[in-house]
């Protein structure tokens, strides 16, 4: 069984830093392409980061872009987003998740890990 | 960014309807659409992928179609476990880019 859980969420105040993890077990991790979703409280989802099997390639939206990292240990089959430089509107829950056989962001997701950003 | 507009953003239903809820492509994504459900308090789960594909364990009441710009999710025979929140995804552009949601709620 696929299973994806993440930690490291928290309070934390606007200009710290925090690093979010996430172990996956139930699969070859480093088969598949992963990725972080997150969704501000009542809000809708967005996509923060991809990262290939490999490690060798990432992506980031413009509005983390150059704050946050996306990496990945394949002999732990752990995920990782260092987030530098929070600011309020980084709040959300965030989703840690694997790309299907077909490709695709989303065809396991964990339980996710709040990330409150204030003072 | 590819913006996805969802359509109707709720609806009041009830068991044992049919439901047809839309997507609608700001350019066109060919068939790389996903659409997901989401219970309150509980992660996103993957329905449809590929635009018409059936997602392994997902009950035959769900229907995806579409390409190109517009999409449409039809659930048949509506059950109570269905009451949630439905995203569609694109990723046929970077960013990958999702819908704002439409909302089932019971009549």
């Known amino acids: 069984e696929v299973q994806l859980v993440e930690s490291g969420g928290g309070l934390v105040q606007p200009g710290r830093s925090l690093r979010l993890s996430c172990v996956a077990s139930g699969f070859t991790f480093n088969n598949y392409w992963m990725t972080w979703i997150r969704q501000a409280p009542g809000k809708g989802l967005e996509w923060v980061a991809s990262?290939?099997?490999?490690?060798?390639?990432?992506y980031y939206p413009d509005s983390v872009k150059g704050r946050f990292t996306i990496s990945r240990d394949n002999a732990k089959s752990t995920l990782y987003l260092q987030m530098n430089s929070l600011r309020s509107e980084d709040t959300a829950t965030y989703y840690c998740?694997?790309?299907?056989?077909?490709?695709?962001?989303?065809?396991?997701w964990g339980q996710g890990t709040l990330v409150t950003v204030s003072s | 960014n590819t913006v996805l507009t969802q359509s109707p953003t709720s609806m009041l239903i009830s068991v044992g309807d049919r439901v047809t809820m839309n997507c609608k492509a700001s350019?066109?994504?060919?068939?790389?659409v996903d659409w997901y459900r989401q219970k309150t308090g509980q992660s996103p789960k993957l329905l449809i992928y590929?635009?018409?594909n059936r997602y392994t364990g997902v009950p035959n009441r769900f229907t995806g179609s579409g390409s190109g710009t517009d999409f449409t999710l039809t659930i048949s025979n509506m059950q109570a476990e269905d009451l949630a929140v439905y995203y569609c995804?694109?990723?046929?552009?970077?960013?990958?880019?999702f819908g704002t949601g439409t909302k089932l709620e019971l009549k």
């Open positions: 350019q066109n994504v060919g068939t790389n």
């Open positions: 998740t694997r790309a299907g056989v077909y490709g695709g962001y989303g065809a396991y």
């Open positions: 995804l694109q990723y046929n552009y970077n960013p990958p880019t």
């Open positions: 590929g635009a018409s």
């Open positions: 990262i290939s099997n490999t490690g060798g390639r990432s």
